[in-house]
Nanobody, 123 residues
Framework: QVQLVESGGGSVQAGASLRLTCKASGDTICVSTWGWYRQAPGKERELVASIPRMGQIYHANSVKGRFTMSSDSAANLYWLQMNSLNPEDTAIYYC?????????????????WGQGTQVTVAT
């Protein structure tokens, strides 16, 4: 299994910055893609950014140029640096581990989620 713990959320004013941290543990070798998702009230969960084990980092158009996902894979740490926050960024942010491309799915789930961290941006 893979365990994910997020931290770093909070309440800020528009224009401020926050850095979210995801600490992973367990069989992280099974993970093919790490990601950050968010879910705003009344909306579906959406992908914000992702880092595949092999390939390019992806950022959603809505955050491109403001948010940056990075990682220290050796330490199983994944960050989401969020700059120039605006009220539309208010959501619960979730760390995600995708195992769907791994043979580990024979014994594990295809994905794991963290418990989420709240980000609230006031005008």
């Amino acid at each position: 299994q893979v365990q994910l713990v997020e931290s770093g959320g909070g309440s800020v004013q528009a224009g401020a910055s926050l850095r979210l941290t995801c600490k992973a543990s367990g069989d992280t070798i099974c993970v093919s893609t790490w990601g950050w998702y968010r879910q705003a009230p009344g909306k579906e969960r959406e992908l914000v950014a992702s880092i595949p084990r092999m390939g390019q980092i992806y950022h959603a158009n809505s955050v491109k140029g403001r948010f940056t996902m990075s990682s220290d894979s050796a330490a199983n740490l994944y960050w989401l640096q969020m700059n120039s926050l605006n009220p539309e960024d208010t959501a619960i942010y979730y760390c995600h581990a995708d195992l769907s491309q791994s043979p580990c799915t024979r014994i594990y789930a295809t994905e794991y989620w963290g418990q989420g961290t709240q980000v609230t941006v006031a005008t």
